[in-house]
Every structure is written in C-alpha cells, then in structure tokens.
C-alpha cells in the first residue's frame, strides 16, 4: 500500500465517508427523543444497524483481499473505502451510544472498536511509511544479499588478520561465528544486539590499529576497515528485521482484536435484542 490509496479516485471515499459523518450529525441534531439520546431510540437502532454493517463489511475485507482477481471492485477501492469508512464509523457508533456508557457489553464493544480503529490507523500509517523505510536501508538490496556479504566480509577479515596476534583473531572468530540477525521477537523488534560480536570486534580492532606497529599497521587498518563495512551491514538488516517484524506484531495484535470486537459485537446485539 502507498500514499495514492488514501487520495484513490480523488478522495471518493474520502467524500463518501464524510458525507455519512454528516448524515449522521444532522439527524442526531435535529433528534428529539423522550428521555436522553441513547441507542434504544430509533435513531439509535439506525446508527447501530448502519455501524453494525460497517464492520460487518470491514472485516469482510480481510478475506476479500486474499482473492486476488475475485469481484469486480478493484482491491484498491476496498482499501480505500476501508481506511476512510473505518474512521468514519467512530462518529457513527459514538452517536449510537449517545454518549451513554457504562460498565456494560455495551460499552465494551464500543471500547473494542475504538481499539480496533486506533490499530487500524497505525496499519495506515506503518504500511505507508515503513516499505519506503525498507527501501532506503536496503540500498538496492535484499536481506539475502546482505547477509551473503556478511559472509564475504568475514572471509576478507580472517584474510585480512592472517599473522596478527590472536587476541585480535578471537575477537574476528567471534564476530564470524557468533553474529545473529534475527532471534527472538523482542530481538527482532528492538533491532539491535548490546552485546553485538561484530561491534566488539571492531572497536578491539580498532584500539589496537592504534598501537600497532608499523609491520602490522597495515593489516590492522583493513582489518578496522572490513568490520566497519560488515557493521553497517549488520544494523542495515536488523533494521530490515526490526520493520517487518513491527508489520507482523501490527497483525498479530489488529486481526484477533478484530474478532474479539465481532464477539462482543455478537453479544451487544443480543442483549440487546433478547434481554433489554
């Protein structure tokens, strides 16, 4: 997804969105019910049948969008409409409820749409934002790629330290061996490694280039040089790591809320229906 999704057919659904809004504002303006305004009211059963059908439709989109070719409405209209129709279902329900809550169903269905939204928004924005994130840290590259230069620069850095001391070669051993991308999800998320084999390797490389003498200077400066390289290359794929690992909890975490809304969403219309 990119940024032409949300200005899809100049803003249709845009527009669409914001004339449902205002529908519903007039009429709960203009609305004078007995007692306070509350879903109970005919307006309120309107407004609750309307968001009702609006999230009915909203979760449809998940499974519209893993048939590729299926229907006549392009996959971007269902996008488009989804983000701006998503939104506008936040007036739509919170006039359903006519500010009236309480510790109830009800109002955690409200709560769990509110959530939904919130995450949904972020989906917005992460889905924008991060694939041109991953384009830029990648440089023309893949994470494949990356790590296959790792690879060869660890091959050029034992090249490199052939005839240094071995405290130095330990060090690019560990760097070799030891160096991980990857890992745990909080690893992945945090997109680093405190204790990075490579970054320690360089900075103990590059103490010693310092006092080197002037038989090993030379070496030990392409050996300063050849960690630095795989360093970048290193924080470059975590990076890689860390955004699609973001992507992946987003979805973790927006499609169970989804179905936990559509549950208590279940309940709601039941008690409502059966028991109020």
Known sequence: MNQSILVYRRFRYLKLALLLVLASVILYAFHQPMRVPNGGTWLGYTLGTIGVLLILWLMWFGIRKRRYGGGK????????????????????????????????????????????????????????????????????????????QMAELDRECRDAAMGLGDEINRYILASSQETRVGGSMWRQLSGRDASCPTHRALAQATGLAAKAQREEAAAMRRVVTVLQRKCDLVTRARRDVQIKAMLDVW????????????????????????YW
């Open 73 to 148: 409405v392009m996959l971007e209209d269902w996008l488009s409409a989804h983000v701006y129709l998503g939104i506008a279902l936040i007036v739509v329900a919170t006039l359903h409820t006519g500010f009236q809550f309480g510790w109830n169903v009800h109002t955690l269905a409200y709560a769990l749409m509110m959530i939904v939204i919130a995450s949904g928004v972020f989906g917005v924005y992460a889905y924008i934002r991060y694939p041109l994130l991953m384009t830029e840290n990648r440089r023309g590259t893949t994470l494949d790629q990356m790590l296959a």
């Open 251 to 274: 979805l973790h975490i927006h499609v169970p809320l989804s179905f936990a809304l559509l549950a208590a969403l279940v309940a709601h219309v039941i008690s409502v229906f059966f």
